[in-house]
């Protein structure tokens, strides 16, 4: 059976796109599933690094394209988890070195091999954004808990919509419960009420992603963090699972208000 | 400031801020519809139905929302009388008096 290709996009940069790729693959992967990770931001790649997968680079997703390499000597092995896979972006290179054509032939490659193809889309909405989102089965969207990214995400649900892809799956990033309680930040009914597409994920901020991410080691390695749960709980709901979605802080009545969400 | 809060409910909160401002940006952001076209709107409304009844023009409000149902272009227009105002404009049709 085919895999699915999954685009993990967002609005505005930095809400934690390629940490939630990265994290999404390594949960998967722990789970048996075999996953390719795509870094789709050509230029400014960064998924290898936060792999930890940066010193094994021989061939990228452009020498693929442009026939420099076969898909198959691009793709790292990662050596922690056998069923775990990264093609990397070039980082010379421009964002129109792959057009929305090559992007679905290769994804379409790896599908045949992979039960999950992750692309690490770029922010914001310029060329590579269509590219990365051009292959998507499925488009998961990362916002945080804040003005500007709700908004950017708005405008980005109004374009996979306007492309004719599946209306994205939400995953709230960063969440801080402390803030949620004093009443300084949206919480999870606020952000769905206000986007109105379904939720997939909630993940609370967690310092332990900063050292992670300077080691090069995935929280979601390992069972012992809070953001690492809930990216292994996004894996299994991925993998269709029924896991109940786990409230961090919320203000009252935030039951009914998110079931009503959930519920659809 | 949070006893406070807990008392006088989550008004005041900045997330409701928040909330509250995203709201607005978000539905003149999802539509092509600017402040401008609004009260172009406005006008010509008021015009039509002053034409026919009677209302405080000064007061209408035109207003365009979004909810669960989709998006909701409401005018609230205060009336003044309800007795039909009668038409001389050129064109229309006049009463007919023998």
Redesign the interface.
């Known amino acids: 059976m085919a895999g699915q290709v999954i685009t993990i996009t967002s609005g505005k940069g930095g809400v934690g796109k390629t940490t939630a790729t990265a994290n999404i693959g390594v949960a998967l992967a722990r789970r048996g599933q075999r996953v390719a990770c795509v870094d789709a931001d050509i230029g400014l790649r960064n998924l290898d690094v936060v792999m930890g997968l940066e010193n094994r680079i021989v061939y990228d997703l452009v020498d693929v394209v442009e026939g420099n390499a076969k898909l198959r000597q691009a793709l790292i092995k990662d050596k922690r988890l056998p069923e775990l896979h990264l093609l990397p972006a070039a980082q010379t290179r421009l964002k129109s070195a792959v057009n929305e054509a090559q992007m679905q032939e290769v994804c379409g490659e790896l599908k045949k091999e992979f039960d999950f193809v992750l692309v690490d889309s770029p922010a914001g909405i310029e060329s590579g954004f269509k590219t990365s989102v051009a292959p998507a089965d499925q488009v998961l969207l990362v916002v945080t808990p804040?003005?500007s990214s709700?908004?950017d995400a708005?405008?980005v649900i109004?374009l996979i919509e306007a492309y004719e892809k599946p209306t994205p799956q939400l995953i709230i990033n960063r969440l801080r419960p402390a803030l949620?309680?004093?009443?300084?930040?949206?919480?999870t009914a606020?952000v769905l009420?206000?986007l109105?597409v379904e939720l997939i994920g909630i993940v609370p901020e967690d310092e332990r992603i900063i050292s992670s991410t300077n080691k090069g080691q995935p929280v979601a390695l390992e069972d012992h963090s809070e953001s690492g749960a809930a990216f292994m709980r996004i894996a299994q709901r991925l993998m269709g699972e029924q896991v109940p979605f786990q409230m961090f802080a919320e203000?009252p009545g935030w039951l009914e208000r998110v079931s009503k969400f959930l519920r659809r | 400031?949070?006893v406070f809060?807990r008392i006088f409910g989550?008004s005041s909160?900045?997330?409701?801020v928040?909330?509250k401002?995203?709201?607005v940006?978000?539905t003149q952001?999802?539509t092509d519809i600017s402040l401008e076209t609004l009260n172009v709107l406005k006008d010509e409304i008021v015009s039509a139905i002053s034409r026919h009844i009677e209302i405080e023009a000064a007061n209408v409000e035109v207003t365009i929302s979004n909810d669960?149902e989709g998006y909701r272009l409401t005018a609230n227009i205060p009336v003044v009388s309800t007795r039909t105002v009668r038409v001389r404009t050129a064109g229309a049709r006049a009463p007919r008096r023998t």
Not at chain 1, 180 to 187: A, H, K, Q
Not at chain 2, 13 to 16: I, L, P, V, Y
């Open positions: 804040e003005v709700v908004r708005d405008r109004g949620i309680r004093r009443g300084d930040m949206l919480d606020d009420e206000i109105a203000s | 400031m949070d809060e989550r909160s900045s997330a409701s928040a909330k401002r995203l709201q940006i978000l952001d999802r669960a």
